[in-house]
């Protein structure tokens, strides 16, 4: 292993790196996931890595008693290990879970990462020896109030952008961003059913969050169904499956990746993703690896690996008819939709997780 040191007048210093998320989670959320394995990556490089997930932040609202109470309850069951996390972080990182942080703390480090618009405000009052201040983003979240974002976007933090239209949004703010594209994990997402072999199967992730467009989607769904019977279903989510859903519709709650990849991805010719707006299409990416075509809306995180009409159709966002044509398109024509998983494959393929780490670690000046 290649352990990376800073070299300092009195010895050898290992480089220190600090993440800062919002609480944890229950559940599998892209975002968290692509923290954890550049952390790991970066742990494996020989850093002393540490993730901190910050729940109550001095910087925010301060909780009320319902909050206080079910974050008490999911840390209990976490610490008796009847909630088992969804993803394994290395086991040489430090991750400590706080209810409510405070400056005391964030240990004394070489760099210091901010991976939400919350906790970059927090990251920005921090003291300097809590390291060089960064500030990942990785989606437009206005959802937390567009002015208070915006001003987010004007801390003195360095900023790393996981998209073409992010970074282009830090430039219309005159913000200097350095790209580091998402990745696909080509270890866990390829194809293993020829696509010229697949029957008429769309596949598409559910989610309660109104900005991943499902009932949308369910409603094109309904549509297709309704005019080609013969079509099959596939949803998957970490939500209960919903009442709502066409006839026949098979759906998987919180499915491994081996079944994500081999009885919902490559089972499927077709993959449907309606959101709003996205930082980054993690399964889309995914579903294309394993050569499904895909039907996506022109939400923005499509935009680094998907041309319309060459490795995706492309309709605008929240238009059930044109999305809909769309989809009946790569249902009925199978030359063109071949074209589009072929094409959208080789695209994803060139996304490597390698790729990706080096250029985070070059984004925090390290490499």
């Known amino acids: 292993m290649v352990i990376y040191v800073k070299l300092i007048t009195w010895g050898i210093k290992i480089m220190k ?90 240990r ?39 002015e208070r974002v915006d001003k987010t976007w004007k801390l ?37 059913k020829p696509i010229k072999d697949r029957t008429p199967t769309i596949s598409m992730l559910y989610s309660e969050h109104e900005i991943k467009g499902s009932n949308l989607g369910i409603q094109v769904l309904k549509m297709l169904k309704n005019k080609y019977s013969n079509v099959h279903i596939k949803l998957f989510g970490v939500f209960e499956k919903p009442d709502n859903l066409p006839e026949g519709t098979m759906y998987y709650q919180n499915p491994s990746r081996k079944v994500l990849r081999d009885e919902i991805y490559n089972e499927s010719s077709v993959y449907l993703f309606p959101s709003v707006s996205e930082g980054w299409g993690l399964t889309a990416t995914e579903a294309m690896a394993c050569g499904a075509a895909l039907c996506s809306t022109d939400n923005g995180g499509v935009d680094d690996f998907a041309v319309d009409g060459e490795s995706a159709l492309i309709s605008p966002v929240n238009n059930a008819e044109r999305l809909f044509k769309n989809l009946e398109r790569l249902v009925i024509d199978g030359e063109l939709r071949n074209k589009i998983a072929v094409n959208g494959q080789q695209n994803v393929l060139k996304l490597t997780f390698d790729s990706s780490a080096h250029l985070f670690e070059h984004a925090i000046d390290l490499a």
Not at 134 to 142: A, K, L, N, R
Not at 161 to 173: C, D, G, N, R
């Open 108 to 146: 004394k480090a070489d760099r210091v990462i901010a991976t939400a618009w919350e906790t970059s405000e927090f990251v920005s009052l921090l003291p300097s020896e809590c390291g060089e201040k960064y500030y990942f983003i990785q989606h437009y979240e206005t959802w937390g109030g567009k």
């Open 156 to 192: 003195p933090l360095k900023k790393i952008v996981i998209a073409s239209w992010l970074k282009k949004i830090a430039s219309e703010m005159q913000e200097e961003a350095v790209l580091v594209p998402n990745f696909v994990e080509q270890n866990n997402f390829f194809v293993t």
């Open 17 to 106: 790196i600090t993440f800062i998320l919002p609480g944890f989670t229950r559940f599998p959320v892209g975002g968290y996931q692509i923290v954890y394995q550049y952390a790991g990556y970066l742990s494996s490089k020989g850093y002393d890595v540490e993730i901190i997930h910050a729940m109550f932040l001095p910087t925010q609202e301060k909780p009320g008693i319902k909050k206080k109470i079910i974050y008490s309850v999911k840390s209990f069951l976490f610490a008796l290990h009847l909630i088992r996390p969804w993803f394994q972080i290395d086991s040489r990182i430090k991750v400590l879970n706080k209810g409510k942080i405070l400056t005391k703390d964030v």
